[in-house]
């Protein structure tokens, strides 16, 4: 799309309805993703969010973040959702989930942000001492939350961890998923959706993949959430390279954080060995006649060949070679040109693109943010600054939408969008 640049006043009244946003959603201490829609907190949209709260108010922000490790299990798992207070307006609630901890959350977790949120934030803190304080306090919650994914996700150190469900990925419905979810049984109960009475159900996920993501969540709870259970007989395990590539870069980022402020030992020194495990194994999922990364379906050990976004979140990774982040960078090039919008989450190219429905086309803005930075580290910044570009006039044209439709711009899914509006402020304002 065209470049345009965007003018003072006009930067100042998208900087201040990206605040307002914001502040709407805040319930007291943490943010929810949009009101009716997502009526609780989310793990890695209050990590994103975080970075917008950052602008303007810090100790907000770092409260974000508090309140999201309440939640962390003992075990060290970060919960996907946090059910803080009780709302109707979403289905499925904690008593579908079942996992009744002190405070009542989902019993999966998300794409590991959280650490590289917290990095980037002590980075630009005004308040510094502040920042210090507050990082010193949440150092060993991320050590556990680490650990846990690398132990319970990848008990026999393979270097790719599993997980176990789309809505751990966040990318619910990416057609990465299909031919896995496929072989899922069905739940045997009748339910009714409510995502489907906030937005046109043209935008979400179908029927047939609600009725599997409910057949995981209540296998989950049939088997009192054990890990090894699970590990064992889950009916869905993939290799996301969505949520490897965030962990690995998190983990980077987490070494560091540990080594500015002197809190490395020997456990951080384990979570640098896993590391080094994802970066041998991480070839395993790349394809040589078609020059991508895929993810994987554990199960079957077969790539689910379609090209999503995921991959290309190997480069802000660090774990493509300079071959792979090259070729990638060329694919990169041809995806952004296929729509006047770019990341479409789907290559535009693939028969399963769908510009509308939610993980299967549309853009979402902290992806965006994630591609962008990996080629601008990679010293590919001409795709960084298309895609910065395209961002803005996404912006600029439709405002704080939840994703956006790669080929009009127009706004999807929820209005008033948390991690839309923070990451406008903190990328692109
Ligand atoms: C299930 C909150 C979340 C995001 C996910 C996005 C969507 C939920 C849903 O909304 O998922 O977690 O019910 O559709 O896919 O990435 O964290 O914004």
């Given amino acids: 799309s065209t470049a345009v640049t965007i003018d003072k006043a006009t930067a100042l009244s998208l900087k201040e309805l990206a605040k307002q946003t914001l502040k709407d959603n805040d319930l007291g201490g943490y943010t929810v993703p949009t009101h009716g829609l997502y009526p609780f907190q989310w793990n890695w949209d209050s990590a994103i969010t ?5 602008k303007f108010d810090e100790p907000r922000a770092w409260q974000e973040i508090e309140i999201l490790f309440s939640g962390q299990w003992d075990n060290g798992m970060v919960p996907h959702i946090l059910f803080h207070k009780n709302s109707e307006t979403y289905f499925p609630g904690p008593n579908i989930w079942g996992a009744n901890r002190a405070i009542k959350s989902t019993s999966i977790s998300q794409p590991p942000v959280l650490a590289t949120a917290i990095k980037e934030m002590l980075e630009t803190a005004k308040d510094s001492a502040l920042a210090t304080e507050k990082v010193t306090q949440l150092f060993n919650k991320l050590v556990e939350y680490h650990l846990w994914w ?10 790719l961890v599993v997980t176990y469900h789309p809505w751990e990925s966040g ?50 709870k049939r ?24 962990l690995h870069r998190a983990t980077k980022d987490l070494l560091i954080l540990g080594d500015k402020l002197g809190l490395n030992d020997e456990r951080t020194e384990y979570l640098a060995k896993r590391a080094k495990m994802t970066e041998q194994a991480i070839g395993s999922l790349w394809c040589e006649s078609s020059n991508y990364f895929y993810c994987r379906n554990v199960l079957t050990n077969s ?29 990169a090039q ?12 789907t290559h535009p190219s693939e028969t399963c693109y769908e510009p509308q429905r939610y993980w299967r086309g549309p853009i979402w803005l902290h992806i965006n943010w994630m591609i962008a930075l990996g080629f601008a580290e990679s010293g590919f910044t001409n795709t960084a600054n298309h895609i910065q570009q ?28 948390s991690w839309t509006a923070a990451i406008a402020l903190h990328w692109l304002l």
């Fill in 50 to 54: 975080a970075l917008g709260w950052m």
């Fill in 150 to 159: 690398y132990n319970d996700r990848d008990p026999q150190n393979t270097g």
């Fill in 171 to 220: 990318m619910d419905n990416s057609p990465a998923w299909d031919d896995a979810l496929h072989a899922v049984p069905c739940v045997d109960w009748e339910y009714t959706r409510r995502d489907t009475s906030h937005v046109d159900p043209s935008q979400r996920p179908h029927k047939s993949e609600y009725d599997r993501f409910l057949y995981l969540v209540d296998f989950f």
């Fill in 223 to 246: 088997h009192n959430f054990d890990s090894q259970y699970i590990f064992d007989n889950c009916p869905y395990k993939m290799n996301d390279l969505g949520i490897i590539a965030i």
């Fill in 303 to 331: 790539l689910a060949k379609v090209k999503t976004s995921a991959g290309l979140l190997c480069v802000y990774a660090g774990l493509a070679t300079k071959a792979q982040t090259e070729s990638l960078n060329n694919t």
């Fill in 334 to 345: 041809q995806w952004i040109e296929a729509s006047q919008f770019s990341i479409a989450s």
């Fill in 390 to 417: 395209d961002t803005r006039n996404l912006v600029l044209t439709s405002g704080y939408y939840e994703y956006f439709n790669p080929e009009t711009g127009a706004g999807c899914g929820g209005k008033n969008f």
